[in-house]
């Protein structure tokens, strides 16, 4: 089994990286932009014609939430139109299609967790952009799974627990959001469910049902109590103080409320999910030891 993973640089491609060691039957390809261009057609189908991997895993994506405001245009090239180029071409060389999407599709204005059939209505550019790559996907592989997951940290990469570590070595106080509410969803975790359905895939036990699927943690947390938790399990002497969103003005609307439900994703797969502040334990004894 031949696995091309595209955005290998980022988070979850790093953490898929890391897990690849524990599929030693498995052939990994990791590419990024300075080795495969993804919004390029021809270079992508040149890329399946000279390596024929049988699944794709899309983690490249365009993240800058706040620049997508001004930077549209290249958010939509990376976040939509490559997408939907990875999508033609894995059903055109008969093979299976991971992508990764976000919550941020929705709009927050929700009191219960969103399912994969609810409304969806993104406020801001990022969210509109991964929106159209799933439109996209959807229409170029009907037969691809598309996962939406939320608040992705992980020990690579650029996140709110780094930028935290950082910032309480720095400073005695901080400001923190605490009306906007979701789940911390450590990399790692989704790394290793999404190698399990690639094998569940693999040993067509069963036939893999496309489409939408949600993953984050188990939990809740507003902005604010994530940073609580990261400051007292990394033994941090950080006073943290909760503001409001209309407090902290950003570019960039976010959602409010962005809880996932992960039934679907239980069920089909047969996983269970760990509890944020478990995985965040696991990260933060990884970053400490770094």
């Known amino acids: 089994m031949k696995i091309l993973v595209t955005g290998a640089y980022g ?3 790093n953490e898929l990286k890391e897990l690849s060691a524990k599929y030693p039957d498995w052939d990994f390809l990791f590419t990024d932009v300075d080795t495969l261009d993804i919004t390029d057609e021809k270079a992508v189908g040149s890329f399946f014609q000279q390596h024929h991997p049988d699944f794709l895993i899309n983690c490249a994506a365009y993240t800058a939430v706040d620049k997508a405001e001004t930077e549209t245009q290249v958010a939509l090239k990376i976040n939509a139109v490559a997408p939907g180029i990875l ?3 894995t059903k055109a060389q008969k093979a299976g299609f991971i992508h990764i999407s976000t919550d941020y599709v929705f709009d ?3 009191y219960a967790p969103y399912t994969e059939i609810d409304s969806v209505n993104p406020q801001g550019a990022y969210g509109k952009t991964k929106l159209a790559g799933e439109h996209l996907v959807k229409g170029g592989n009907p037969e691809a799974l598309i996962i939406r997951t939320a608040w992705l940290y992980s020990v690579y990469g ?3 627990v780094k930028t935290m570590l ?5 400073r005695e ?4 959001v605490f009306d906007q509410v979701g789940t911390p969803t450590y990399a790692a975790d989704l790394a290793a469910v999404i190698l399990l359905i690639v094998k569940q895939s693999e040993d067509g036990t069963k036939k893999i049902p496309p489409g939408v699927y949600h993953y984050s943690n188990e939990g809740v947390a507003s902005w604010y109590d ?3 938790t990261i400051f007292e399990l990394a033994g941090l002497p950080v006073k943290v103080f909760p503001i409001l ?3 902290y003005p950003t570019p960039a609307k976010r959602p409010h409320y962005s809880i996932l439900n992960k039934s679907k994703i239980k069920a089909t797969f047969n996983i269970e999910i760990p509890f944020w502040k478990d995985s965040l334990k696991i990260c933060l004894n990884k970053l400490i030891v770094q």
Do not use: Y
Not at 173 to 176: A, G, I, K, Q
């Open 166 to 170: 950082r910032l309480g070595n720095e």
């Open 87 to 89: 999508a033609r071409t």
């Open 245 to 247: 969103t209309k407090e």
């Open 108 to 110: 927050g204005h929700s």
């Open 226 to 228: 994530f940073a609580k």
């Open 158 to 160: 650029n996140n709110f």
């Open 11 to 13: 988070q979850l491609g």
């Open 173 to 176: 106080t901080l400001n923190v």
